[in-house]
């Protein structure tokens, strides 16, 4: 049954809201879910930018690239498009539902989206004009007909304390961290957090889960001896004042990369490593409110039924 199939997408960018939202209103049912393949079968769509992509990245031309070492050292043993050194967050949240890797959208000869799609991109940016790159993403979507998305699940989390990123640090070259660029994120956040409750009153069959990535996050880069790490500010792959230039690899630039990503809260200068993410996808799997909300977390979303 169409109702019994499960709809799952991460959205970190406020234009993916806005997007998502004109989908939601498309009336019919899209006939790409017709090849459902049952109740217990659950399909897993990501939206959102760089600490989502799976990969879409390297086929694109405007973006970040994580296509050299030492993205991807810990984990897969290769530079598997992921901007970390091992698992992101849509890597851990499949494992805790008992699905596949999603693979990214872009991904030569991946044309079975029955089981969902990454469509993450690493050219996206919360603060930054809408990316191109993106933009030609979401249309893709329609192209498949997939065009409606009533009655599906959504999870999202919120903007990160960008303002703490030893990127922001760095290009700011101060010491602490950047107070305005948290305060536009903060901003964001309330407003995504008085959006949501509003759409589910208004859409049929629109269930969410918000994930306080914001404070979850501050609270690694902050205390981070209370959470195993050593190192809560700084980057493991780096270059320059407060590890903050994006050097993290590249030919012919110098970069220092530490021994033991998994003791660091930040992989490269805005990204976190897997030991950050395998702590905050667990949250968003399991957590407890005030970290998930309304009082659902990722699990029961999952488990919910749709109607
Ligand atoms: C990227 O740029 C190259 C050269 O300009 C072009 O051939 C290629 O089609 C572009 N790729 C995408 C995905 O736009
Ligand atoms: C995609 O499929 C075509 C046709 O089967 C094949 O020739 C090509 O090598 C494949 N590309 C990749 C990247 O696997
Ligand atoms: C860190 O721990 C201190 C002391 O327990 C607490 O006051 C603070 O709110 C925590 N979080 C941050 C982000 O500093
Ligand atoms: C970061 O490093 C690159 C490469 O060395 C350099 O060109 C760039 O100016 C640096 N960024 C800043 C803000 O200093």
């Known amino acids: ?63 970040m690239k994580a296509n050299h070492w030492p993205y991807g050292e810990t984990f897969f043993h290769y530079p598997a498009g992921r901007i970390c050194d091992g698992r992101i967050p849509p890597d851990f949240i499949a494992e805790y539902a008992g699905l596949p890797f999603i693979k990214p959208y872009l991904q030569p000869n991946f044309t079975d989206y029955t089981g969902g799609a990454n469509f993450a991109s690493a050219g996206a940016g919360v603060l930054h004009q809408t990316s191109p790159d993106v933009v030609l993403l979401f249309p893709s979507i329609h192209d498949r007909k997939c065009t409606s998305w009533a009655g599906r699940k959504f999870s999202f989390q919120n903007v990160a304390p960008i303002g703490c990123n030893p990127s922001m640090r760095y290009e700011m070259r101060i010491d602490g961290y950047w107070e305005d660029s948290n305060v536009l994120a903060h901003t964001h956040n309330v407003a995504l957090s008085r959006l ?32 195993g ?52 996808s667990w949250l968003m799997w399991s957590g407890e409110p005030p970290v998930m909300r309304p009082p659902r977390n990722l699990k029961s979303l999952f488990e919910v039924s749709s109607d």
């Open 1 to 63: 049954m169409i109702n019994a199939l499960l709809r799952f997408v991460f959205v970190v960018l406020p234009m993916a809201v806005t997007t998502l939202v004109m989908m939601l209103k498309q009336p019919f049912v899209p006939s790409c879910l017709h090849h459902g393949r049952g109740e217990a079968n659950a399909a897993f769509f990501i939206f959102g930018d760089s600490l989502l992509d799976a990969g879409n990245n390297i086929h694109l031309n405007n973006s």
């Open 196 to 227: 949501l409750p509003e759409l589910e009153k208004e859409l049929v069959g629109f269930k969410y889960v918000l994930f306080d990535y914001y404070t979850m996050l501050l609270e690694r880069i902050f205390n981070n001896s209370e959470y």
């Open 229 to 280: 790490f050593e190192v809560g500010k700084s980057a493991c792959c780096w270059s320059r004042a407060y590890n903050g230039n994006f050097t993290c690899g590249i030919r012919g630039e110098n970069f220092m990369l530490c021994p033991y990503p998994n003791v660091f809260v930040f992989f490269d200068p805005a990204h976190p490593t897997e030991a950050a993410n395998r702590e905050l």
